[in-house]
């Protein structure tokens, strides 16, 4: 009698885990693919109220009802399509700061140039101060997005290479305000080495204060 239960469970056990031992489920990851991508498209061109359900259903051609599955609310499928956008794989540390500052510097102006994420990030700077939704969203990918400059930053004040003094949010501004009002408001790029002029720049002005 053990016997037979133990290997009904084990059966059990086996059906229960089935796609999970295999992996993601290919048609669902397309699924998701296309339902962003109409949403982010539909977020760019119309704004916020007309990412629907009804909506991303006839541009991405996935059921309302594998949306609603996984997105219950349409603000869900919002949030997880700007989280999808704006993911920053930031640049690995080597312990020398101009390195370290360039590298990562450098992430955020290859962001700004990536036309998905530049379109997205001009729709929400566009709509923050009339909106509170973006206002949110736009705190949010702020935060995330420049998390590993300041860490740097941090770091290089507390091994005396910056000003024990540095304020980092200044900091933070004078390296990425540059880099924002080129691309966003001249439509410039970052090339014949910009963004190494810049941060060599702010370098020299952070050794006359020490």
């Not at 949403?39 to 629907?52: K, P």
């Not at 949030?79 to 370290?100: C, W």
């Given at each position: 009698m053990?016997r037979s239960?133990t290997?009904?469970?084990?059966?059990?056990?086996?059906k229960?885990n089935?796609?999970?031992g295999?992996g993601?489920?290919p048609?669902a990851?397309?699924?998701?693919?296309?339902a962003?991508?109409a949403?982010?498209?539909?977020?760019?061109e119309g704004?916020?109220a007309e990412?629907?359900?009804?909506?991303?259903a006839?541009?991405?051609g996935?059921?309302?009802t594998?949306l609603?599955?996984?997105?219950?609310?349409a603000?869900?499928l919002?949030q997880?399509l700007?989280a999808?956008i704006?993911s920053v794989?930031?640049s690995e540390?080597?312990?020398?700061l101009?390195s370290?500052?360039?590298s990562?510097?450098?992430?955020?102006?290859?962001?700004l140039?990536?036309?998905?994420?530049?379109?997205?990030?001009?729709?929400i700077?566009?709509q923050?101060?009339l909106?509170?939704?973006y206002?949110a969203?736009l705190?949010?990918?702020?935060r995330?997005?420049m998390?590993?400059l300041?860490e740097?930053l941090?770091?290089?004040s507390?091994?005396?290479?910056?000003?024990?003094?540095?304020?980092?949010?200044?900091a933070v501004?004078?390296?990425?305000?540059?880099l924002?009002?080129r691309?966003?408001?001249?439509?410039?790029?970052f090339?014949?080495?910009?963004?190494?002029?810049?941060?060599?720049?702010?370098l020299?002005a952070?050794?006359?204060?020490?």
């Amino acid at each position: 009698m053990a016997r037979s239960t133990t290997k009904a469970t084990t059966k059990e056990t086996v059906k229960g885990n089935g796609r999970a031992g295999r992996g993601p489920d290919p048609r669902a990851e397309r699924s998701r693919a296309a339902a962003l991508a109409a949403a982010g498209d539909l977020l760019i061109e119309g704004g916020w109220a007309e990412v629907t359900h009804v909506a991303v259903a006839a541009r991405s051609g996935v059921g309302r009802t594998t949306l609603y599955r996984h997105w219950p609310e349409a603000a869900m499928l919002i949030q997880e399509l700007l989280a999808d956008i704006f993911s920053v794989d930031h640049s690995e540390r080597t312990g020398d700061l101009r390195s370290d500052l360039r590298s990562e510097v450098g992430v955020i102006a290859a962001m700004l140039c990536n036309p998905k994420q530049e379109r997205a990030l001009r729709v929400i700077i566009d709509q923050a101060p009339l909106d509170p939704r973006y206002a949110a969203v736009l705190e949010s990918c702020t935060r995330k997005g420049m998390s590993a400059l300041r860490e740097i930053l941090a770091e290089g004040s507390a091994r005396g290479e910056l000003p024990g003094s540095l304020d980092i949010d200044v900091a933070v501004d004078r390296l990425i305000g540059p880099l924002v009002f080129r691309r966003l408001a001249e439509g410039g790029d970052f090339a014949g080495g910009y963004v190494a002029e810049l941060v060599d720049d702010f370098l020299r002005a952070q050794a006359a204060k020490k």
